[in-house]
């Protein structure tokens, strides 16, 4: 696995960690700031052909 990978993959678990938390603090904005920045990190990895297992929201 290279570099882009791990780390794109790094910041999928990280952010699904935080979107995670967000939910359960009740906090609705930074839950959708982190549902958009998870949206975003798949298509990215869509885009490079990087297999991402299925999402935890």
Excluded: N, P, S, Y
Excluded at 28 to 38: G, K, R
């Amino acid at each position: 696995m290279d570099a882009f990978t791990a780390g794109l993959l790094q910041r999928i678990r990280t952010t699904e960690t935080d979107l995670t938390q967000a939910r359960e603090d009740g906090d609705d904005f930074l839950a959708e700031v982190e549902q958009a920045e998870l949206e975003d990190l798949h298509r990215l990895a869509a885009e490079h052909g990087v297999k991402v297992g299925a999402v935890r929201v």
